[in-house]
T-cell receptor, first 116, second 114 residues
Framework: AQSVAQPEDQVNVAEGNPLTVKCTYSVSGNPYLFWYVQYPNRGLQFLLKYITGDNLVKGSYGFEAEFNKSQTSFHLKKPSALVSDSALYFCAVRDPQNSGYSTLTFGKGTMLLVSP | EAQVTQNPRYLITVTGKKLTVTCSQNMNHEYMSWYRQDPGLGLRQIYYSMNVEVTDKGDVPEGYKVSRKEKRNFPLILESPSPNQTSLYFC?????????????FGPGTRLTVL
């Protein structure tokens, strides 16, 4: 079975500093990995995804994520945080070899708080 | 505007009173799905549909029903709601032709069952 772990419930960072939101996954095949963001009282919005190829993936709003197969990680990063980045971030995984495109498994979410 | 809409956005009901949460998308997506979001548990899939008249259970289907009679609509039905179904519900849609397509989410429906 596929699973996702986001080890931090909350990440605090000062505006202008780099940020990292951690995600590790477990699948039996090659993973498809996604990051979504949820702003207050809103639905989830897609940020970026890793399917294959370059391990560094760039996405919306200046975010990027690095796929590390040996560490089974897909950490979300941004070089300089903004107060407006404060939101709830979800990592998700799909194992196309075992679950096709039916099930997308989400982590529990990490709240990012960026202070002015 | 391409979007997924849900109605109602907020609902307070009582145990046992049947309710339906509607979901509609205008992107001609074949795949649609329902999730519930609970604190500390993230999003868990309830049901999904690969196409019209094709539905299947997700991780937490107990107490829910769905139907897919039209491509654009995917209503979630709670025949006899219970307090443990108090949650934030999201509908999502995507192209199913490949498992690497991202999903588009609705704004959510906050349900309280008393």
């Amino acid at each position: 079975a596929q699973s996702v772990a986001q080890p931090e419930d909350q990440v605090n960072v000062a505006e202008g500093n780099p940020l990292t939101v951690k995600c590790t996954y477990s699948v039996s095949g090659n993973p498809y990995l996604f990051w979504y963001v949820q702003y207050p009282n809103r639905g989830l919005q897609f940020l970026l995804k890793y399917i294959t190829g370059d391990n560094l993936v760039k996405g919306s709003y200046g975010f990027e994520a690095e796929f590390n197969k040996s560490q089974t990680s897909f950490h979300l990063k941004k070089p300089s945080a903004l107060v407006s980045d404060s939101a709830l971030y979800f990592c998700a995984v799909r194992d196309p070899q075992n679950s096709g495109y039916s099930t997308l498994t989400f982590g529990k979410g990490t709240m990012l708080l960026v202070s002015p | 505007e391409a979007q997924v809409t849900q109605n109602p956005r907020y609902l307070i009901t009582v145990t046992g009173k049947k309710l339906t949460v509607t979901c509609s998308q205008n992107m001609n997506h074949e795949y649609m799905s329902w999730y519930r979001q609970d604190p500390g548990l993230g999003l868990r899939q309830i049901y999904y549909s690969m196409n019209v008249e094709v539905t299947d259970k997700g991780d937490v289907p107990e107490g829910y029903k769905v139907s897919r009679k039209e491509k654009r609509n995917f209503p979630l039905i709670l025949e006899s709601p219970s307090p443990n179904q108090t949650s934030l519900y999201f509908c999502a849609s995507s192209y199913p032709t490949s498992p690497y397509n991202e999903q588009f989410f609705g704004p959510g429906t906050r349900l309280t069952v008393l």
